[in-house]
C-alpha cells in the first residue's frame, strides 16, 4: 500500500468526459429542465445510448449501480468501483444534480435487491435495464413515511401475508422517482411492536393492483427530479416479490438491507453534494474574473479571496473525506463512520459554498437566467443535508461510533 | 437611561401591524410569491395603515414616528412574509433619498404625491447598482454630462438591482458628473417615468422575495433640467448614511423573518416526533433553537439600539452623533443578516425532508433569507464600515457603497 | 416605557471613573499579579477606600453585591441596580478580570445570603465587611464538587444533624476565594436519594472545627485569583449557621437558592467577559493603529477590517443581551431565559474575540510582556464559558424555556 | 492512483515515533513547559532516530523519506507535545532554506554540520519577520548594503519572532538588498551566531509552546562575504514555496495536536458522569466530539494530499506541478490550523472546570493550538495564497508572506 492522490487513467479519462458533457450539453439545458419540472425523455434517451455507445463506467454513476451482480473484492479493490462512482457524481452534479437523479436505471432500488435479492430476483429486476432503446425504465427506493424520517425504525406502512401473496397498506412519501419506476422496493412492516424484526423489503412492480401514485411534490430545488408519493390500499404483492425470500429474514436483515443501502450511497450522495458546491465556487471564481477589473487593485480583494479560500478548502476538505470513506469501500473495510463523516461534511460545505458563492458575486449572485444557476443551485443544494440521513444522523452515526457504550441517545 | 420597552403608542402600532401580518400576509405569502406582486386590497390596507409614511418627518407628509417605530413595523411586516415590505410601495428609499440629498424642502416637494388619496398605487425608486464595474476609474458608468445648451444634463447608461422599477413612477437616478473625483464625482438625479429616453429593462427572476419586483433601467440620452439635480449626493459620508439607514430597515425585516422561522420550527419541533419523542427533546435540535433564539433577542435588540441613534441625531439630541448611528447601524445590519440567514437554513433543517417541500413555509423563508443579505447593504459592506470607524479611517466608497467591484446589492 | 440606550448620568459617571482607574492603576500591574498569583493587599486596601471615599456604587460591582437587603422594586427600578452593576463589571473586567475576583467583600457568598438568610444571619455575615480598614474580608460561594460540576444536584457532601451542630463531610473544589473567606456558603444533602429535597446551604465560618483548605489551583488563566479546594471532615456546624433555618426546607429552597444565584450572576459574568472581549478587541484596534501604515492602502485591510467587525458585533450582540436581561430584573421581571442567553453569547463572543485578536494582530499577540496583555486576556477568558454554568448548561436553561413539555435530556 | 494507506516503510517509522512520543513525551510535557526547553536525553533519541533529517535528500545528507514520511512523523511528535517538534532543533527551516535559496551544493554544505556525531545539540535558525512595518514602501526595514569594500554586505536591523534564535550556530538572515524592488528585492544571507555586530535578543514569553525558544536578533553592521548570500531567494514564487512547505509541517503537528486534544477529550466524555449518564451520552456533547473528529479526518487527509504532491513536485512526477501543491498546501495549512484551535478550545470546554487546571493537559494544548496557528504561515496567508492561484492571479508577497502588514509569524 501506499499514499497517492491521482486517479487512474481510466477514472481521469471518465472525469473529462463527463466534465465536456456537463458543461457542454447538461448546463446549458439545466435551466430549462428546472422550469419544466423534468428532462424530455429523448434527451435521457440520448445519455443512455451514449453510455451504452462507450460502455465501460462511462457514466459510471449509472452504472456502477446497475450491476445485478456483487463483485468480489478483488475486482472490487483493482476497479476501485465505488471510487470511480464518486469522482463520476462529482462531475455530473457538477453539470446538473436533477439529471443525475432522473438517469434511468435501478438508481438507489440497486443496492438492497443487489444485496439481498435472491438470484432470480437480481435476474428478473436487473434485466429491464438492459436494453433501453426503446423504452427508459427505472427502479426507486420506498422507505420514508410521512410519519418515518430520520427514524426509519418508526415506519408504518403494514405488510400481511396473504395465500401467495403479501398485502401492502399505507404510504410513502419523498420517493424519487417513485411514480415512474418500474419497480420500487417498498419497506413495510408486519408489526410496528416488533421494531426492526418485523420489517420486510418488497419489490412492488407498476401497476400491481392496489398501488397508485399520490402527489407529486413541489420542491424548493432539484425541481427536474421527480418527487413522488407511494399509496398502498391493500395492495397484494407476489410473494416471490418479497426481497431475499421468507428465509432471509430469520435474522434483522430487512432493516439492514435499508441501512447496508445508506452505507453504500452515503459517500455518493456526498459526492454529489460537492459537485454543486463546486459548481458554485467555480462561479463565483469566474464572476471575479469576469466582473472584477483584477488588473488595478480591488479595495476589497483581500476580503473576497478570503471568501473564496474558505470555500475551495471546505469542499476539498469533504472531497478528501469523501475519497477515504469510497477507498475504504473499495478494500472491503468497514466504513460506517467514514461514510457518515464524508456525508455531514459534504453537505455543510455545499450549502455554505452556494450561499457563500452568491455573497461573493452580490445582487447578480441571486438572479436566475442563462448561463446564471448560482441561485438554482442554492436551491438544490440544501435537501443534501437532509436526504440519505439528516447531518444530525450522521453525527450519531459517528457519534455511536467514537463512544462504544453509546447506545441512543 | 437604558430602556428596552416599546412607547405605548408604539406598542399600538406594532400590534396593529401585527395583526395585518399574521392575518392578512401570512396566509397568503405563496399567494404573493406565485402571483409576483401584492393584491391592490393588501397595498390598500397597509397603505390605510400608513405604514409606508411612519417614519417620514411631518414637514415632509409623513407621520413622524421616528426610526425606532419603523423598525418595529418593518419586523412586524417581514414576519407575516419578508416580501411584503419590499413589495408596498410608496416612496421608500426614494423617499429617504430625497430628504437626504434634497435636503427638507425639495423633499417635501418630492414625497407630496405619496401622501392622501391613491397613493397607495403610487411607488418610487431609486437606481444606483450598474451590471458592471467601470475599467479605468472607480464610480459609476452611466454619466450625466452638461447638455450641449449648457443647461440641464444628460444622462447615459444602465442601471441594475432597481427595486420597483417597473412599478416606478418616479426614479432617482445615480450618474457620474466628475469622473476625475470618481466616487466623490457622483450626482443624482430625479426622473419622471415618463422620461424621454428612459427605458425600463425586463423584470428580473431572482431566488427570493419573488412579490417584489427587482428590474433596471437603460438611459439612452434622457434630458433633465438643472433642477432635477439633488444638491447633496457628493460626499461619501452622506451616501453611507443612506445606505446604513435603508439596510438598517432591511435588517428589521431580517428580524421579522428570523422570528418567523424561528417560531414555526420551534412548534414543528414540538409535534414532530421520531424515536418515540418530540425531536425538540434531542438536545441537538434543541440547541439548535437556543442559538436561533439568541440570534433573534440579540439582532432585535441592536437594530433597536441603532434606530434610536438615528433617532436621537435626527432631534439633534445632546451628545448624539452620526458616527456612533453609522457604526450601530453596520453591526445591526451585519449581525441580523447573518441570523436571517442561519434561521432559513436551520428552519428547514429542522423540518427535514418536509422542509425542502413548497407546502411549507420555510424554504421560502430560506430563499428570502438570502435574497435579502443583498437588499440595503451586504454584511460585507457593513463590516467594512464598521471597522473604519473603530479605526477612525475616513470611509471608503469603494468598499463601503455597492458597486460591481464591492458587491451591487438592491436598492 | 420607551426604548433608550443611554445609561443615566450617574451610569456613565462610574463608568468613566472605573475606565480611568482600570486605565491608570490596573493595568500596569496585571501581568504582576499573573505573575505572582495574587494581588498585594495593600492595593486591595487602597481599592476599598477608595470605593468608600466616593460612597455610591463607585465599584458597582462590589457594592451592588454588598447589600444585606433586598431592596424594593420600586428602588431597584430607579437606581437600576443590575444595570449599573453590569455596566461597571464590564469596564472593571476590561481593566483586570482576576482583580474583580479578587475583591474584599461577600461576593458570590452575597446573593444566597441575601436571598435565604435569616434578618439574624443577613445582619451577622454582612456586618464584618462594613470596616474593612484593619483587616480585608471575603465571602464566597462553595457548591461544586469534584463529581458535580454542570448537574449541581448531584452534589455529595453531606451534613447530618448532631446536637445543635450539623456535621459536613466533603469536598468542594474550583472555590473562587474559598481559602482566603471569612464565611463560605457551603451546600450539602441530607441524603443524595432525596435529590433537591435533601439539600442543605450553610454558611461554613473560617476555623470551624474540621474545615480546611485543599490544594490551591494552578489555573490556565485569572491566576491572580484564588481557586481553592475545601474539605470538611467531620465538620461542625452551628444550627443557626444553616442558611434560612430549618423551617425555611420545608420547599425545595435550598436548591432553589443555588438557581437563584445563577439567575442573577449570569448577566454579572456575561459582562465581565464582555470587558475581556472589549478589552482583546480595543488591543486589536489599537494594534493595527499603531503598526500599520494605514495612511497608505495595507493590502490585507479589508480581510482585517472583516475579522475586526466581526469581533466588534459579536460583543455588542452579547452586550446587547447582557442589557436585557439585566434591564428585565430591574423591572423585576422573570429573566431566567435571558441571563443564559447572555451568558451563552458573551462566553462565546469573548473568547472568539481574544481567539481573533491574536490573529489580527500575528506573532506579536501572543507575546507576553508589559502593555502586552492580550495573551492573558486568552487564557482568563475560556473559564467564562464554563463557571456559573457552562454554555451547554445554558442552552439546557433556554430550551427548557422554549419548548414547555421538554423536563430533562 | 489513489491510495490512502502508508507504506509499510513509512508505517514502521511513523509506529517507532509514536511510541517515543506516547513513552517519552506525553508523560513529561509538563516537564518541558517547566523547563522551557527539551532535556538532552529527549534531544538524543530524537536524533538517534534521525527525525530531524528525515525528509532531507539523501544528496544533502538526509534520509530522503520524503515529504509524506515528514508529516507523519510531525503529527507523531506533536500528538506527544505539540512543542517537541519546534523544540528538537536539528537544521529545520534552515535546512529548508538552505537548499531552496542556495541550491543543491550549497544546501548539502550547510547541511553537513547537521549530520552525524553530536548533531543533536547543533540547531538552525531562519531570521525573517521584523518588528515594525517598513513606512515609506514594500519589504523590510533590515538592510543589506554593500560593504565600502565593494567586497561582501554589511546587515543591519532587527529581525523579530525567530524559532531557536538563542540556541542556533547559524542563521539565514532575510534582508532588503535592493529597496526600489520592495518585497521583490530581498536577499538571504547565512550568518554564524558569533558573527561580529550579531546579538541575540532576550528570549520571548509566549502563550504556548513554552518548551519552544522564541527570540530576535539584532544586526549592527554585521559584515559577511558575498558567498554568504544565497543566491536564490529573489523571487516571491519561491519565497511562498518555503512558507507553504513550512506551514504544511506545522500542519502536520496541528494535526497531531487535533488528535490528541479529540482522544482525550473523548475519553473524558466517557468516564465522566453528569445527571446520571457520562457526558459523551447527550448529544450535544456527543456531536461535539463528532465534528472535531470529521475535523481531523479531513485535516489529516488535506496534508497527506499536499505532502504527496511536493513529493511527486521533487521526483519530476509527470504532470506534478509546484502550483498544485502550493495550493493544496495552502489548503491545509489554513483547515489543519484552525481545526486544531477548534479542537484545543472544546477539549477545555468538554472538560468544563478542570479543563481550565493544569493539572489536565488540556488548557497546555488550548494555547499551544493558537499559538501554533501563528508559525510558519497563518491561516490568512495561506487563504490569500489559495484564492491566488484559484484566481490565476500572480502571488502578492504582500499579502502571502509573513509581514509587519500581513501577519508576522514565527519561523
Given at each position: 500500500m501506499t499514499i497517492e492522490f491521482s486517479p487512474n487513467k481510466r477514472q481521469r479519462e471518465t472525469q473529462a468526459m463527463i466534465h465536456q458533457f456537463a458543461e457542454g450539453i447538461v448546463r446549458p439545458e439545466s435551466l430549462k429542465w428546472d422550469r419544466e419540472h423534468g428532462i424530455p425523455h429523448d434527451f435521457l434517451r440520448r445519455i443512455v445510448m451514449m453510455a451504452q455507445s462507450m460502455g465501460s463506467s462511462a457514466l459510471g454513476v449509472n452504472r456502477g449501480s446497475g450491476e445485478a451482480e456483487e463483485v468480489d473484492l478483488e475486482t472490487r479493490k483493482k476497479r476501485q468501483i465505488a471510487l470511480t462512482t464518486i469522482l463520476s457524481a462529482e462531475e455530473m452534479s457538477w453539470g446538473d444534480a436533477g439529471l443525475l437523479l432522473c438517469l434511468p436505471g435501478p438508481g438507489l432500488g440497486a443496492p438492497p435487491v443487489r444485496a439481498s435479492g435472491t438470484p432470480e430476483q437480481r435476474q428478473r429486476f436487473f434485466s429491464i435495464f438492459e436494453d433501453m432503446s426503446q423504452e427508459l425504465r427505472w427502479g426507486a427506493y420506498a422507505l420514508t413515511e410521512p410519519g418515518a424520517g430520520s427514524d426509519v425504525s418508526g415506519i408504518r406502512t403494514s405488510c400481511r401475508k396473504d395465500g401467495k401473496h403479501w398485502v401492502i397498506n399505507g404510504r410513502k412519501c419523498f420517493i424519487t422517482n417513485g411514480a415512474r419506476a418500474s419497480w420500487n422496493v417498498v419497506f413495510a412492516t408486519l408489526d410496528p411492536s416488533l421494531g426492526r424484526a418485523g420489517h420486510r423489503a418488497f419489490v412492488v412492480e407498476k401497476?400491481?393492483?392496489?398501488?397508485?401514485?399520490?402527489?407529486?411534490?413541489?420542491?424548493?430545488?432539484?425541481?427536474?427530479?421527480?418527487?413522488?408519493?407511494?399509496?398502498?390500499?391493500?395492495?397484494?404483492?407476489?410473494?416471490?416479490?418479497?426481497?431475499?425470500?421468507?428465509?432471509s429474514y430469520k435474522s434483522k436483515e430487512g432493516f439492514m438491507t435499508?441501512?447496508?443501502?445508506?452505507?453504500?450511497?452515503?459517500?455518493?450522495?456526498?459526492?454529489?453534494?460537492?459537485?454543486?458546491?463546486?459548481?458554485?465556487?467555480?462561479?463565483?471564481?469566474?464572476?471575479?474574473?469576469?466582473?472584477?477589473?483584477?488588473?488595478?487593485?480591488?479595495?476589497?480583494?483581500a476580503a473576497l479571496a478570503e471568501r473564496l479560500a474558505r470555500i475551495g478548502r471546505q469542499l476539498e476538505a469533504a472531497r478528501m473525506t469523501t475519497w477515504r470513506a469510497a477507498w475504504?469501500?473499495?478494500?472491503?473495510?468497514?466504513?460506517?463512520?467514514?461514510?457518515?463523516?464524508?456525508?455531514?461534511?459534504?453537505?455543510?460545505?455545499?450549502?455554505?459554498?452556494?450561499?457563500?458563492?452568491?455573497?461573493?458575486?452580490?445582487?447578480?449572485?441571486?438572479?436566475?437566467?442563462?448561463?446564471?444557476?448560482?441561485?438554482?443551485?442554492?436551491?438544490?443544494?440544501?435537501v443534501y443535508d437532509i436526504f440519505e440521513g439528516t447531518g444530525q444522523i450522521q453525527r450519531i452515526v459517528i457519534s455511536k461510533r467514537l463512544l462504544p457504550d453509546l447506545k441512543a441517545f | 437611561m437604558i430602556a428596552l420597552q416599546p412607547t405605548d403608542d408604539q406598542k399600538m402600532v406594532r400590534d396593529s401591524v401585527a395583526q395585518f401580518a399574521e392575518r392578512t400576509l401570512r396566509p397568503r405569502l405563496r399567494e404573493f410569491e406565485r402571483a409576483r406582486d401584492l393584491p391592490d386590497d393588501v397595498l390598500q390596507a397597509a397603505h390605510g395603515m400608513g405604514l409606508p409614511l411612519a417614519a417620514f418627518p411631518e414637514a415632509a407628509g409623513g407621520s413622524g414616528l421616528g426610526v425606532v417605530t419603523q423598525v418595529l413595523i418593518e419586523e412586524e411586516l417581514a414576519y407575516g412574509d419578508p416580501a411584503a415590505p419590499f413589495a408596498l410601495g410608496g416612496p421608500g428609499a426614494y423617499g429617504w433619498a430625497a430628504l437626504l440629498f434634497g435636503g427638507p424642502e425639495q423633499g417635501k416637494a418630492l414625497l407630496a404625491p405619496f401622501v392622501g388619496e391613491g397613493a397607495h398605487t403610487r411607488v418610487g425608486a431609486v437606481a444606483w447598482g450598474e451590471p458592471r464595474a467601470c475599467r479605468d476609474r472607480g464610480g459609476m458608468v452611466t454619466?450625466?454630462?452638461?447638455?450641449?445648451?449648457?443647461?440641464?444634463?444628460?444622462?447615459r447608461g444602465e442601471k441594475a438591482y432597481v427595486l420597483n422599477a417597473d412599478r416606478a413612477q418616479g426614479f432617482i437616478v445615480f450618474a457620474q458628473v466628475d469622473a476625475a473625483r470618481a466616487w466623490e464625482g457622483l450626482g443624482a438625479f430625479v426622473l419622471p417615468c415618463d422620461a424621454k429616453g428612459l427605458r425600463v429593462l425586463p423584470r428580473l427572476d431572482t431566488l427570493g422575495l419573488g412579490a417584489a419586483s427587482f428590474g433596471g433601467l437603460a438611459l439612452d440620452g434622457v434630458e433633465v433640467s438643472d433642477d432635477?439635480?439633488?444638491?447633496?449626493?457628493?460626499?461619501?459620508?452622506?451616501?453611507?448614511?443612506?445606505?446604513a439607514t435603508q439596510g438598517l430597515l432591511v435588517a428589521a425585516r431580517c428580524v421579522g423573518l428570523a422570528r418567523a422561522?424561528?417560531?414555526?420550527?420551534?412548534?414543528?419541533?414540538?409535534?414532530?416526533?421520531?424515536?418515540?419523542?418530540?425531536i425538540g427533546h434531542f438536545q441537538a435540535v434543541a440547541f439548535t433553537l437556543a442559538d436561533r433564539n439568541m440570534d433573534l433577542e440579540a439582532a432585535r435588540t441592536m437594530v433597536w439600539h441603532a434606530a434610536w441613534l438615528w433617532d436621537e441625531v435626527a432631534r439633534g439630541a445632546e451628545g448624539s452623533d452620526a458616527r456612533s448611528a453609522l457604526l450601530h447601524s453596520a453591526w445591526a445590519v451585519s449581525f441580523a443578516k447573518e441570523a436571517a440567514m442561519r434561521a432559513g437554513d436551520d428552519a428547514v433543517q429542522l423540518h427535514g425532508g418536509s422542509g425542502f417541500m413548497r407546502d411549507y413555509p420555510v424554504e421560502k423563508w430560506m430563499r428570502d433569507a438570502k435574497q435579502m443579505q443583498l437588499c440595503g447593504m451586504t454584511a460585507e459592506q457593513a463590516d467594512q464600515l464598521a471597522a473604519a470607524i473603530a479605526l477612525g479611517r475616513p470611509i471608503d466608497p469603494a468598499l463601503v457603497l455597492p458597486g460591481a467591484e464591492s458587491q451591487n446589492v438592491f436598492v
Open positions: 401497476g400491481t393492483p392496489g398501488f397508485s401514485v399520490g402527489k407529486i411534490e413541489d420542491k424548493m430545488g432539484l425541481r427536474a427530479s421527480e418527487t413522488a408519493e407511494l399509496v398502498f390500499e391493500d395492495c397484494r404483492v407476489p410473494e416471490e416479490n418479497l426481497l431475499g425470500g421468507e428465509e435499508a441501512m447496508k443501502t445508506f452505507d453504500n450511497t452515503r459517500p455518493l450522495v456526498a459526492a454529489m453534494a460537492i459537485g454543486i458546491g463546486r459548481a458554485a465556487y467555480d462561479y463565483a471564481v469566474g464572476f471575479v474574473k469576469d466582473h472584477y477589473v483584477l488588473s488595478r487593485p480591488i479595495p476589497r480583494y475504504l469501500a473499495d478494500q472491503g473495510e468497514p466504513n460506517a463512520r467514514e461514510a457518515s463523516i464524508c456525508k455531514a461534511m459534504a453537505g455543510g460545505a455545499a450549502i455554505r459554498a452556494c450561499i457563500e458563492a452568491i455573497e461573493i458575486c452580490g445582487a447578480e449572485g441571486s438572479i436566475s437566467g442563462e448561463h446564471q444557476l448560482l441561485e438554482k443551485w442554492f436551491r438544490d443544494i440544501k | 454619466t450625466a454630462e452638461r447638455s450641449s445648451s449648457g443647461q440641464g444634463w444628460t444622462l432635477a439635480r439633488l444638491p447633496l449626493a457628493g460626499d461619501a459620508q452622506r451616501l453611507a448614511w443612506f445606505f422561522a424561528f417560531e414555526t420550527t420551534r412548534d414543528y419541533c414540538e409535534q414532530r416526533k421520531a424515536f418515540g419523542k418530540p
